[in-house]
């Protein structure tokens, strides 16, 4: 388990203070897929590289397995870090060494015998789809590609922990989905913790369990993602989840009153035209936003509607749905 | 001055010359100026290494003190011109190779003028390595000396490669200059004939030949630094 203690950061830039992290605590269990979202400048890649000391935490505490990481000595901290491997947006291979070498460096690293190595690398080479690129550089291998190996490369120690940081920005959709699902692979086969740094709240719905948004280096939601996505407590968790939070869509059209409908549960019914024909009320589709995760849909549609006499009459017909609410907008 | 340049006797004088002394003299430029260089990058090397790795973020954090201290004395000896150089050297010289005249004396000084600059060069080179890789090994759990052994150095070998060109052709036009306390060498022909005999037709053939040796370092430098580069997709 990784636990992070109250753990603060505090920049100091041409003698001003910054704090890029305040009094953050969280626990992420052992096989969890983790993620961690959040705007640009949220301290989110701050946080994770913490957990390996990367950036050495200026209060709070990291510990992993019962391990306090703060007060490792630096021989101890190396020998720890094996156990906790990382990926990054920019990949990051060694670009004068192929592809073998690259995967094997880790090993070479721990003193592992050459043979061993090698024969560890081409496995895992196996493992991440590109059996026929060990004798390739890395500037010869598309992002993708090259973000695979990254991933055989840090797998080569036998981690417990993968803390990923935005390993999938610098990708297209598609690509990301394989690499995501590489990831998901992965922490099923091996049990490894994940930790996903991203922006892209896709990456958190695909693959992980658990979900912390981070607003200007604080904590201000955590949970399940299923329960994060669904209802979302906080401004930013809305702003993330509704795209067209705060009615951004809506131009100087009068609607009367503008209402949400939030999905929370599978919806196997044409749900808007049933209503609008069963209720015989015009209602005008302001935006759509839905997405499944774990097999469930959730999501929102904002609907313009005449006044808030019709607000009650929805209110009452939904009802008769689990999971489906309707809030008030305006 | 060089009317006479080519008339038929100066031809046949400086081709008797030439067929004489210049083979000799052009492969004992080469021994000074390889010699040299080896020396030279044997102490800059890890002088530009410390100067990258010992930097306040760099991967083994040096005293602030010391790090001034080896910055100095790189600058000191950078800013000294050569020709002066190679006399304030004397006493060294003497207690290294026993004389401060000759050729393998005036390696001394050429070692003393190069190393600086080649731990610049180094200095320049290594801090081209994407500091992201350097985090990506740290991260691995990679001590400093590995780090620097295993990624630092071998990442910039084609950038290395192009900068000990340059330090190479710097020190092929020392050693032209180190003819003056006579150290050997197309260098110390230039001076002996040309300037001190008004045989100008032997200067001029010595003065191409170093022409022709800078072209060809570079040229296998420049070759060598893209032939070792990865980087570059073929
Ligand atoms: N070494 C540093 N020195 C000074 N300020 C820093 C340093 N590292 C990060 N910061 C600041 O801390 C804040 C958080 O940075 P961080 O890189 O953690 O953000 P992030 O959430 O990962 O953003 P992004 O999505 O853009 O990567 C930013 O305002 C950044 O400028
Ligand atoms: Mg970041």
Known sequence: MIEIKNVSKTFIVDGEKFDALKNVSLNIEDGDIYGIIGMSGAGKSTLVRTINMLERPSSGEIIIDGKNMNNLSAAQLRQERKNIAMIFQGFNLLMQRNVLKNISFPLELAGVKKAEAQKKALELLELVGLPDKAKAYPAQLSGGQQQRVAIARALATDPKILLCDEATSALDPKTTKSILSLIKEINQKYKITVVIITHQMSVVEDICDKVAILENGVVAEEGYVTKVFSQPQSEIAKHLVYPDYEGGSVVNADYGTLARIVLNGAVGTPLISKMTLDLNMLINLVSVSTREIGGVIYGNIEIGIEDKNAFEKIREYLKQYDGITIEEVR | ?234
């Open chain 2, 1 to 234: 001055m060089f009317e006479n340049i080519f008339s038929p006797e100066t031809l046949t004088e400086a081709w008797g010359i030439i067929q004489s002394e210049m083979l000799f003299a052009l492969w004992e430029t080469l021994y000074i100026t390889v010699i040299a260089t080896v020396f030279s990058v044997i102490i800059g090397l890890p002088i530009g290494v410390l100067l990258v790795v010992g930097d306040k973020d760099g991967v083994l954090p040096l005293p602030k003190t010391l790090m001034h201290i080896i910055n100095i004395i790189v600058n000191i000896l950078r800013s000294v011109p050569f020709l002066i150089l190679m006399i304030m050297v004397f006493p060294l010289t003497r207690l290294i190779v026993g004389t401060t005249v000759g050729t393998t004396a005036s390696i001394v000084p050429l070692v003393i003028a190069a190393f600086p600059f080649v731990a610049r060069l180094v200095e320049g080179s290594l801090r081209e390595v994407n500091p992201n890789i350097i985090e990506t090994a740290q991260s691995m759990g990679a001590s400093p000396f590995k780090i620097i052994v295993k990624v630092m150095i071998p990442e910039s070998v084609p950038s290395l490669i192009s900068n000990i060109t340059i330090a190479i052709t710097t020190i092929l036009s020392y050693t032209a200059m180190s003819g003056i306390i006579g150290g050997g060498g197309l260098g110390k022909i230039a001076i002996n004939y040309g300037y001190y005999r008004y045989k100008y037709l032997v200067m001029l053939v010595a003065v191409i030949l170093l022409i022709v040796l800078v072209q060809v370092f570079q040229s296998v430098g420049t070759h060598l630094s893209v032939k070792t580069d990865k980087r570059l997709k073929r």
